[in-house]
């Protein structure tokens, strides 16, 4: 049984930092798509940023406009891990933070993946 179980989430300061982690179990992840995505009240879910197995030992990652520069996405294969690097928060980054894995990435991308974790909480003071 594939479980994703995030962490790391809090409340900062705008233009703090926090690292958000996602370990994954029930499977070997090494070819998944895996991503987050955020959700914040009243609005949709949207994407923020993905890793995508590549062939051999490439990796591509993508972002949204709203977080590059800022955030940065990284994995452990051996770890099983995923984590988010978000730096200079600002207020509007204040959302429940979902991981996510797909073995196909153009369904993770539009937000349809396989599986999620239960999401965890940043809210970031102005």
């Known amino acids: 049984q594939v479980q994703l179980v995030e962490s790391g989430g809090g409340l900062v300061q705008a233009g703090g930092s926090l690292r958000l982690s996602c370990a994954a179990s029930g499977r070997t992840f090494t070819n998944y798509a895996m991503g987050w995505f955020r959700q914040a009240p009243g609005k949709e879910r949207e994407f923020v940023a993905s890793?995508?197995?590549?062939?051999?030992?490439?990796?591509?990652?993508e972002y949204a406009d709203s977080v590059k520069g800022r955030f940065t996405i990284s994995r452990d294969n051996v770890k099983n891990t995923v984590d988010l690097q978000v730096n200079s928060l600002k207020p509007e980054d204040t959302a429940v933070y979902y991981c996510t894995a797909d073995p196909d990435f153009s369904r993770l991308r539009v937000g349809i993946p396989d599986y999620w974790g239960q999401g965890t909480q940043v809210t970031v003071s102005s």
């Open positions: 890793t995508r197995w590549g062939g051999g030992s490439i990796y591509y990652v």
